[in-house]
């Protein structure tokens, strides 16, 4: 993908003349009719349509990640939290009615680094504009699959970064203002490599934070194998950015860390951009519904009013089954969500 291409066409201002024209000729093209091209294909800019809001250029105490004009703290400290639920590329469009029929926002899973390099900048402007209209905002969850921020080979480096800046310009091209992304760190990784593992993280992460701040989209990193929160917290001290954030994944905690999902919570609650919520038995990563397993969503529920001060995006990873008991019990436990046009 053209990647100075991508950036041009997402830097347009959503009400100027050549954002509508652009949106004119999308959907004129959409349907085979012709009509006449813009000097810039402009992307949507979505300020007001996207899963994270985020100023052009952020100090520290600048970047508020709020989900949507709607979505703040309200009269009596009440959080309204918006829900999204992962969908692949390749799978969005025909996916969107199912989003509109629930009230969701979308987390578009960028998985399928083959389909990213295939899909079109035009493909990916019209999709923009549908999930527009339809009032859908969007988290990017970039390539993850054998992608490794610290390794031994150069090869593999140089692959990991090519696909998750990929990624980074579809999410923009997209709308998104967030992107989960994950380190690449296993299990595999023994205690006595935690600080050779770390100081080569060190360095991809400079460079993907670097990027993500030429792209306008916070990073977030989603904690996976993890068995405690150190090594995550010395990555944060290190690149220590406005547009470096987490994503505090409880089912992932529940089964792989020594830590409860709340400390977790606790612990990086001043960075948190994004909440995925799934359940398992504390053995496996099985994404049950929320309320099935030991994650503790009322003590999870709890630790989040107490400690955050705004709402954030909460992807509910779960089955398509699983969806609304998962919603229910989360209500149950004291959340309020924000779910348009249910």
Partial sequence: MDRDQAVERMLQDEDSPAQREAEANAEASAVGEAAPQPDEDAAQDQEGSTAGAVEADPGEDDVVVTEGEDSEVQEGHTLVFPVSYPVPLALLRERIPFLIDHGLNVEVNLADTTYNGEVSIRELERLAIELRRNKIRVIAQLPHHDLKLASHDKTILQHSMDALQEGLEIGKILGARIAIFQSGFSNHVRPDQNDWWVEKCIVGLEDLVSRAQDEEVIVALKNTWESDEQVIARLYEAVDSPWFRFCCDVGHAACFSQFAPEEWIIQFRERIANLDF???????????????????????SETVHQELTEPVNITLAVSEGDLLPSIEHLEECGFTLERSQT
């Fill in 278 to 300: 799934h359940d398992n038995d504390g053995m496996q990563d099985q994404h049950q519904a929320c309320g099935e397993g030991v994650v503790g969503f009322d003590v999870v």
